[in-house]
T-cell receptor
Framework: GENVEQHPSTLSVQEGDSAVIKCTYS??????FPWYKQELGKRPQLIID?????GEKKDQRIAVTLNKTAKHFSLHITETQPEDSAVYFC??????????FGQGTRLTINP | SAVISQKPSRDICQRGTSLTIQCQVD?????MFWYRQQPGQSLTLIAT?????????ESGFVIDKFPISRPNLTFSTLTVSNMSPEDSSIYLC???????????FGEGSRLTVL
């Protein structure tokens, strides 16, 4: 089955700097890669996703890149703000709309 | 996106008891799933709740421990049976919507087993 590895587990950046979180997956049949943001005590919220027919997708300050050959994808957050502090999870589909999640990255934005 | 309501939002349970979590969606959805998030951990899929038939369980999860019902396209329940402290987790209902199949989560049910 699918296995998703996520790095780093924790990330601390200065406000205004960029943050990058990376994930690798094992199943070449996966073709849907969402990213979720989970604030403390809240539900995971979908923030951006990408499908295998594109290499990059951007939505304001966040972007996701996908390299299907290498089986890795990354989340990029630019001009970070304190409200970006949260745990971020990458995921990959394993068919039938089921997702396998990475281990999570705790992002802290320092003012 | 659909509005997903779970209850209870949290509960404290005694070892050996069972608790049923309810998930209600404000629109009909094809796919409903139950995930578990242990403290400080990632999300793990327990099972797919199939409308009108038995749920499909992932490796490591069994029906006797986590019986699931899905009587219609808007409602599902997950029971955590014969609980032990290791079952202390957040249990999340999720639904897949739309043509592109994005997955959305309920608020979760935080269970603490003493």
């Amino acid at each position: 089955g699918e296995n998703v590895e996520q790095h780093p587990s924790t990330l601390s950046v200065q406000e205004g700097d960029s943050a990058v979180i990376k994930c690798t997956y094992s199943d070449s049949a996966s073709n849907y890669f969402p990213w979720y943001k989970q604030e403390l005590g809240k539900r995971p919220q979908l923030i951006i996703d990408i499908r295998s027919n594109v290499g990059e997708k951007k939505d304001q300050r966040i972007a996701v890149t996908l390299n299907k050959t290498a089986k890795h994808f990354s989340l990029h957050i630019t001009e970070t703000q304190p409200e970006d502090s949260a745990v971020y999870f990458c995921a990959a589909d394993q068919g039938a709309q089921k997702l396998v999640f990475g281990q999570g990255t705790r992002l802290t934005i320092n003012p | 996106s659909a509005v997903i309501s779970q209850k209870p939002s949290r509960d404290i349970c005694q070892r050996g008891t069972s608790l049923t979590i309810q998930c209600q969606v404000d629109s009909q959805v094809t796919m409903m799933f139950w995930y578990r998030q242990q403290p400080g951990q990632s999300l793990t899929l327990i099972a797919t709740a199939n409308q009108g038939s038995e749920a499909t369980y992932e490796s490591g999860f069994v029906i006797d421990k986590f019986p699931i019902s899905r009587p219609n396209l808007t409602f599902s329940t997950l029971t955590v049976s014969n609980m032990s402290p290791e079952d202390s987790s957040i249990y999340l209902c999720s639904v897949s919507q739309g043509r592109t199949g994005e997955l959305f989560f309920g608020e979760g049910s935080r269970l603490t087993v003493l």
